[in-house]
């Protein structure tokens, strides 16, 4: 991907009313509010009523964006920056006494438009509270690479899951598996291996010959952490 014409580019949304199926039509739309000698290239991604330009500086598309305009034709378009996408995330082990929006104050330093909701469970007919916060929020393509996966809120350690993005291990703090799954997780031994002291299985030598130091202990009862949905995992949602 290629960040700085990421950060050139707009989509130019047409709502309802009379819309341009070629790019000279397009052009003609939005001649009287877009600066036509700026443009470097007009193309559409997919079907729909969506069309995307690239500007020759990344200015003009910062200028521009989250403007709406009315068309020549009387359409009205709204202009949406290529650099924002819209992510969906998870926040576990915030204590359920402690005011939500301080998870709200820390996510701002990555995102803007925040929504944040308390997830429940059904159990025997009672919905419950989980404890565990989710949300969505609009963010810069570096905001996005930016957002930890544990932070500290208030001084409270806290696990922050993004759809789409790889997991990270909370044993070996390595990436593209969980806990559960890790290769460093020692091997349950039979009697007669444990005997004569085999080796294979522990985490000192699964792998490779490095060792790696495991991340901190997690709290009782959070060893494997749901992420998303498994129809979820490795979805990636577009700009809003």
């Known amino acids: 991907m290629d960040k700085e014409i990421l950060r050139s580019s707009v989509r130019l949304k047409f709502g309802v009313g009379k819309y341009p199926g070629t790019r ?8 009287e509010k877009l600066p036509l000698d700026e443009v470097e290239v007009v193309y559409k991604c997919r079907e729909g009523r969506d069309w995307y330009i690239t ?7 910062i200028r521009l964006s989250d403007e709406t305009f009315t068309s020549n034709s009387g359409t009205t378009v709204r202009i949406e920056s290529l650099d924002r996408r819209r992510v969906r995330f998870r926040v576990h082990w915030f204590p359920f006494h402690m005011k939500g929006e301080l998870v709200e104050e820390y996510m701002e330093e990555y995102g803007s438009q925040i929504k944040l909701e308390y997830e429940t469970q059904n159990h025997d007919g009672v919905n419950m509270k989980t404890g565990t916060m989710s949300g969505t929020m609009v963010c810069s393509e570096s905001q996005y690479q930016s957002i930890p996966y544990r932070g500290h809120i208030h001084g409270r350690l806290v696990l922050i899951t993004v759809m789409g993005r790889q997991t990270v291990c909370l044993r070996c703090g390595d990436m593209g598996h969980q806990r559960s799954t890790c290769p460093l997780k020692a091997a349950k031994k039979s009697y007669a291996a444990a005997t004569r002291g085999d080796t294979q299985g522990d985490w000192q030598t699964v792998g490779s010959s490095r060792q790696i130091k495991p991340v901190e202990e997690v709290a009782e009862g959070t060893e ?4 998303y949905p498994e ?5 990636v949602m577009g700009p809003p």
């Open 55 to 61: 500007f020759t500086k990344a200015e003009t598309a």
């Open 224 to 227: 494997h952490v749901p992420l």
């Open 24 to 31: 000279a039509a397009v052009l003609q739309e939005v001649k």
């Open 231 to 235: 129809s979820e995992v490795g979805v």
